[in-house]
């Protein structure tokens, strides 16, 4: 086989298959993340991340890398609340990015504010 | 006599009732007031897509529409070291009670807010 016969087509797919297999964590899933709100996360900060109780965040709209960060601290225990803890606690990695961008995708509330 | 000692008395109470009343008197936080105190925040808040560099890259939280009882609540966790960003520590650590609840306010989005110090 020479390389003439490597079409760009052929290229693309082998490429296409290689970042497959590149640890790369997987894209977020919305549909799992909204099971995963639905399940632990709506009680307190909404479905959509609208919460009408003052003290928990409005989640709506909110970059996903910030939130995925939130909650990774709060597994660890960088950041401290007890409630979080163990919300965050039984998520796994991919969940955090799941919901994380399940909030972010929702209409968004909040907004940079100069 | 006695009636001087009445009036002493009955000033002492009135006094210490007022003493008392201002120290629970809870804060009223003004968006207006909130306005003219966030140059150190709107570097980092104010700028859509910016991030945080260390200790790792992520974006910049929005603030604009968020609970200001959540605001005001971060804002004394990083002035009490519980929160563990540096930037937001250094900066928290020169707000007073007073700022705090005017750019929770500001923040918000509600021109004014009660919150618990």
Known sequence: MSIKSLTPSTLAIAACILLAFSGVAAAADLKAGEAKVKQICQACHGLDGNTPIAENPTLGGQYPDYLAKALRDYKSGLRKNPVMAGMAGTLSAQDIENVAAYYAAQPAVLVTRH | ?117
């Open chain 2, 1 to 117: 006599m006695k009636s001087l000692v009445m009036v002493f008395t009955t000033a002492s109470v009135l006094l210490l009732a007022g003493a008392v009343q201002a120290e629970t008197k809870p804060l009223v936080g003004s968006a207006a007031a909130g306005a003219q105190k966030n140059e150190m925040c709107s570097g980092c808040h104010g700028i859509t897509g910016w991030r945080t560099a260390y200790p790792e890259v992520y974006n910049v939280p929005k603030l604009g529409g968020q609970h200001a009882a959540y605001i005001a609540a971060a804002l004394h966790e990083y002035k009490r070291g519980e929160r563990s960003h540096p930037s937001m520590r250094a900066i928290a650590a020169t707000l007073s009670d007073q700022d705090i609840v005017d750019l929770a306010a500001y923040y918000s989005g509600t021109p004014e807010t009660t919150a618990k110090n």
